[in-house]
Nanobody, 127 residues
Framework: QVQFVESGGDVVQSGGSLRLSCVAS????????VGWFRQAPGKEREGIACSSSSGGDTDYADSVKGRFTISRDNAKNTVYLQMDSLKPEDTAVYYC????????????????????WGQGTQVTVAS
């Protein structure tokens, strides 16, 4: 079965940190750019970070730039999102997905290019 499984979500105090993981199964992650996305209650899903297939190129939404870091371990078929200096507005369900059309993506790459969405992991930041 081709899928991503996200984990690492939790309840954390404002200013705290979390590290999310996203494990791919059923396909080789090394060939594709990947992205992290989030959806807060009542809001549309937004892209927040993406990484090239090698991990050498990354891009971030302005809302998380300087606080979040995307990384990947292709040998483990896993993508990570290190989140620091968390704010209440970061509260959302976080998802990862693979861009099957590109080895390098930017925040301008449309969401319809992404596939293999996981079930998401809940991050709640308490003020």
């Amino acid at each position: 079965q081709v899928q991503f499984v996200e984990s690492g979500g939790d309840v954390v105090q404002s200013g705290g940190s979390l590290r999310l993981s996203c494990v791919a199964s059923g396909f080789f992650l090394q060939y594709y750019a990947v992205g992290w996305f989030r959806q807060a209650p009542g809001k549309e899903r937004e892209g927040i970070a993406c990484s090239s297939s090698s991990g050498g190129d990354t891009d971030y939404a302005d809302s998380v730039k300087g606080r979040f870091t995307i990384s990947r371990d292709n040998a483990k078929n896993t993508v990570y999102l290190q989140m620091d200096s968390l704010k209440p507005e970061d509260t959302a369900v976080y998802y990862c997905a693979a861009n099957l059309l590109r080895t390098r993506a930017t925040m301008a790459s449309p969401q319809h290019e992404y596939s293999y969405w996981g079930q998401g992991t809940q991050v709640t930041v308490a003020s």
